[in-house]
């Protein structure tokens, strides 16, 4: 079971494999964020059922807006022919029945769940109208509702057809993943044959063939061939990686350029894509402070216009207009309709995590991408983030009357056959160099080092253990070099050769962990978004440390550096930096980290595909590339921004456009009708809706 089915299987009974497939088949996923996807999902709501419920209603609109008297006056026309005063309560009762429905609905449910909100004002402010309007025309009132009554539903019907059809775009990025599985996949037969079978028939050490320009349909290891893998829509990285035997590949994956052979590993849910898919929904459905913000509003929203309502047709009533108490009770209800302040939140919140998980970052817990733009200081884990946690041949030395390339070729040959990463690191730098010598009579020294004979002689490659064992003493010339690798923390291997019971010292090779070429523009990225404090963590000895951070680029009374921490202390680092008043980010492998990771304001857990880490981290980024770190940080600035102007905007406009509704302003003929009250919420809804799909235009990672 993988990380991600661990510690999310919960969110989703069948999983994203089935989504996928439900959305393949013509499903349609629920609506997840905010107040949005409660009352929607349930009363089975889609944007395509408000479009044909617009349409419909704007047709029968039409007819009754252009036989109102009052309208006729306006335009000064006339129309008059038999039956057009049946034109208003017959269609009009259509259109609030028909048109109306979603949000009578709504209405029952809100008040059922004890919790009052935008349907049950919208449902008032229609029923009020409409019941009016009816008594009007059974003679009982000479108050006729129905044009600004169909128009009222109309428009709230754009209103809300606008807002699920820009929620349902942000979730897109859902039913995106799972376009990214094929249908189908192929498969090798135990005979070698190849035949085609479904995705969904797959098993865990099946082997397919991925042809070129496909897409891998199963997360695996290569067993085959080689490819150059565009991981983009995983990692967020636009450049393709080579991938060779032996290698991991995630299901999605497209092989641009060959074919290759794939065992697979992880199917359905096991899948990093199924992982993926699991946390950008978790952070869709999950709210932050902001949201409980607004949905406290909306609830106090309701009460204020009720009782506004009540003040306002007892007042108007009192002072013996009966008529205009109706008109402004029921512009009250409209108006305050809290549909912009519904959409501020949940509209923001899926462009985010849609925008993130579209770059590589995926979202897990809301707060902490909101907590992001406050941190001050970020504490990066040294080996696998700041560096790639793989020794690279770093530097080579020879004797007086030996050649460098030749002590690194001699050292390779000895190494081809060891499976030790430092071998790897000798063996690949030897071939990057275009080294072809050949050793026999391989053997591995356990815990010193290794032989073999090249071209006749005898050589060995290894530590100070192998040279104490020998008896071979280091020339002078290397003993100063050697002396400088070793202050930098790079494991040091001699070449020897082999004289019967002698052994002479040829040369020596430095091996380092290498530092990530995009952490130095990392650090500087987060100083120019004025993080006050870098500091780097490792168990490391304190002049490695130092060295890695000088490499860096750490500015020396600024920036700190953690050194000789063992891995359950790395959380003490944490609380140590907390107490001095700084907000912190964790960055680490989330492996040996997670107690860090958890302390932090927000951890952030760095891998890629399967083996990222995510137990206690609250932002993933799907790549290795510490610069995502200054990307959540744009993000969490840029959304946070769309949440004030979003809340500010629906806040606001209730505030001016409750006392224009009740009437206050009457006395100097400034009045809002029903009809004007619905534009302008409508419109209201609109702004907001524009200004979250800004968040579209923000750039994780700045142009290079």
């Known amino acids: 079971m993988s990380h991600y089915e661990r510690h999310h299987d919960g969110h989703s009974p069948r999983g994203a494999a089935a989504g996928a497939g439900a959305e393949r088949h013509g499903g349609r996923p629920d609506h997840g964020p905010g107040g949005h996807g409660g009352h929607d999902k349930h009363a089975g709501h889609d944007p395509e059922m408000f479009r044909r419920k617009f349409w419909l209603s704007l047709v029968l609109t039409v007819p009754i807006v252009a036989t109102s008297h009052m309208v006729m006056d306006w335009f000064g026309y006339r129309l008059d022919f038999p039956g057009m005063s049946w034109i208003g309560p017959v269609l009009g009762t259509v259109v609030f029945c028909y048109g109306g429905w979603p949000f009578l609905v709504g209405a029952v449910r809100e008040v059922r769940d004890r919790a009052p909100g935008m349907m049950l004002l919208i449902a008032m402010a229609i029923t009020v109208a409409y019941v009016a309007s009816l008594a009007t025309a059974l003679g009982a009132f000479d108050l006729d509702f129905w ?12 209103g809300h057809w606008q807002e699920m059809k820009a929620i349902g775009q942000a979730q897109g990025a859902l039913s995106a993943l799972a376009a990214l599985l094929p249908d189908d996949a192929e498969r090798v037969t135990a005979g070698g044959e190849v035949e085609r079978v479904s995705v969904t028939d797959l098993r865990v050490d099946d082997v397919v063939l991925v042809r070129p320009g496909a897409r891998v349909p199963a997360d695996g290891r290569i067993i085959e061939g080689g490819a150059e893998l565009d991981e983009s829509m995983v990692t967020g990285e636009s450049r393709p990686v080579s991938r060779a035997e032996g290698d991991r590949v995630v299901a999605g994956t497209v ?16 899948t990093a894509l199924a992982g993926i898919q699991r946390l950008v929904a978790q952070a869709q459905q999950s709210s932050g402070r902001a949201q409980v913000l607004a949905d406290r509003f909306a609830a106090w929203l309701f009460y204020i216009a009720t009782a506004t309502a009540v003040v306002t047709l007892v007042t108007w009533a009192l002072v013996g207009n009966l008529g205009e108490a109706v008109v402004r009770t029921v512009t009250v209800l409209v108006i305050a309709c809290p549909h912009a302040l519904g959409l501020a939140i949940p509209l923001v919140i899926a462009l ?10 995926l979202v897990k817990d809301r707060l902490a991408l909101e907590r992001m733009r406050t941190v001050d200081a970020v504490l990066f884990d040294k080996t696998g983030t700041l560096t790639r946690g793989e020794h690279v041949l770093t530097a080579v030395a020879a ?29 690949a730098a030897g071939e990057e160099r275009g080294a072809r010598r050949r050793a026999t009579g391989f053997r591995s020294l356990t815990g010193r080092g290794v032989r073999a ?48 019971d002698t052994a002479r010292v040829l040369g020596a090779l430095a091996l380092e962990d290498q530092v990530r070429p995009e952490a130095r523009q990392a650090i500087a990225e987060l100083r120019e978004q004025g993080v006050r404090k870098i500091a780097m963590i490792t168990g490391d000895a304190r002049p490695v440390a130092e060295a890695v951070a000088a490499d860096l680029g750490f500015r020396s009374g600024e920036d700190e550096v953690f050194a000789e921490v063992l891995p359950a202390d790395k959380d003490e680092a944490v609380a140590d930096l907390q107490r001095r008043g700084l907000r912190v980010a964790m960055v680490g492998d989330g492996v040996n980290d997670a107690p860090a990771l958890a302390r932090a304001d927000v951890g952030i857990a760095i891998g890629a595909g399967t083996d990222v880490a995510i137990e206690s981290a609250g932002v993933v980024l799907a790549s290795s590339d510490p610069r995502g770190v200054s990307g959540v940080i744009r993000l969490s600035r840029a959304s946070y921004r769309k949440m004030v102007q979003n809340l500010a905007w629906a806040a606001g406009y209730n505030v001016v456009a409750l006392p224009l509704a009740a009437g206050v302003l009457a006395w100097a003929g400034v009045a809002l009708s029903p009809a004007v009250a619905a534009v302008l919420m409508s419109a209201s809804t609109i702004v907001v809706a524009l200004n979250a799909q800004l968040l579209r235009r923000v750039r994780l990672r700045p142009q290079e």
């Open 147 to 158: 044009w600004e009554l169909a128009a009222l539903v109309t428009i709230m019907l754009l």
């Open 255 to 270: 092989a641009t350029d060959a074919a290759i052979r794939v065992r697979v590993e992880a199917v359905g849910e096991d």
């Open 352 to 361: 985010s995590t849609a925008v993130a998980a579209k770059g590589g970052i």
């Open 399 to 427: 004797t007086a009357g030996t050649d460098e390339d030749e002590v690194l070729a001699l050292a390779a040959a000895v190494e081809a056959d060891s499976e030790h990463p430092l071998a790897r690191a000798i063996v």
């Open 453 to 500: 004979e090249v071209d006749g002689s005898g050589y060995a490659v290894g530590g100070p253990t192998l040279l104490r064992e020998l008896h071979a003493d280091i020339p002078a010339d290397l003993a100063q070099r050697q002396a400088d690798w070793s202050r930098r923390g790079a494991a040091v291997l001699h070449l020897l050769r082999l004289d019967g």
